[in-house]
Nanobody
Framework: QVQLAQSGGGSVKAGGSLRLSCAIS????????MAWIRQYPGKGREAVAN?????STVYADSVKGRFTASRAWRAHYLDMTSLEPADSAMYYC????????????????????WGQGTQVTVSS
């Protein structure tokens, strides 16, 4: 059974930094696309960053220049800097084996595997 286990996150003041990690376990050769997706209370999910198998990464306009997604062997990371209160949300690691994501953010409903979520809270 393939699992994505998230760690990191927490509370920080505006301007601070946090790192989210997503560890992959189980019988899977590779994910074609891995993503970080966030959800605000009572609202839909928003794609933050997609990282393709070859390392190509696409970011939402709202986080460009502040967030960096990266992949390593059986892991996915999101380094968040210059955090703003608007970044406060539940963050999810997600992955799919069905399509690449070299040039565009994929919709959240295209991902088959999900982490458990981790809360990020940024205070002003």
């Amino acid at each position: 059974q393939v699992q994505l286990a998230q760690s990191g996150g927490g509370s920080v003041k505006a301007g601070g930094s946090l790192r989210l990690s997503c560890a992959i376990s189980g019988d899977i050769d590779r994910f074609d696309c891995m993503a970080w997706i966030r959800q605000y209370p009572g609202k839909g999910r928003e794609a933050v960053a997609n990282t393709d198998w070859d390392g190509s990464t696409v970011y939402a306009d709202s986080v460009k220049g502040r967030f960096t997604a990266s992949r390593a062997w059986r892991a996915h990371y999101l380094d968040m800097t210059s955090l703003e209160p608007a970044d406060s949300a539940m963050y999810y690691c997600a992955a799919t084996t069905k399509m690449n994501c070299k040039t565009a953010l994929l919709s959240a409903d295209l991902f088959d595997y999900w982490g458990q979520g981790t809360q990020v809270t940024v205070s002003s």
